[in-house]
């Protein structure tokens, strides 16, 4: 079967968490953004609490990733916004480039999403740290 050879090159769960770390550095922007569990001793100005329920294409063509996120902030203590987020790219069934860019785009909105709340809310000054982790 020709989709065997279109495979994701890690585990998806680790390859979503740091594309979403990635993008976020650029978006907020700092450069310390980092995935928990981490060996950095750092205090965070804000954690992002992420789960991911469904990140997809469906039989309709079209990829969906759902995601409930929270950004936390106080050592993890604060709950600043809690949030579910629903994006959707179309695809075509036989085409694996044009599913992986939608699966992408679908990322990026998230991305784009937590990062405006990050951005609204840190109006004291930069972002200078911010920790990733699945939700509790």
């Known amino acids: 079967d020709r989709a065997d050879l279109h495979n994701w090159g890690a585990p998806l769960a680790d390859n979503f968490t740091s594309v979403l770390a990635d993008n976020l550095g650029v978006m907020i922007p700092t450069n310390a953004v980092t995935v928990l569990p981490t060996g950095l001793f750092f205090r ?77 809310r840190s109006h004291l000054g930069p972002v200078s740290r911010a920790t990733i982790g699945p939700s509790k």
């Open 44 to 120: 965070p100005d804000f954690q992002i609490s992420v789960d991911v329920s469904k990140f997809e294409r469906d039989a309709e063509g079209l990829v969906t990733l759902i995601a409930r996120w929270a950004l936390l902030g106080e050592d993890g203590q604060e709950l600043v916004t809690m949030q579910r987020s629903v994006f959707q790219q179309p695809a075509p069934a036989d085409d694996y480039d044009a599913i992986a860019a939608a699966l992408s785009i679908t990322v990026a909105q998230l991305s784009q999403e937590i990062a405006g709340a990050i951005r609204s």
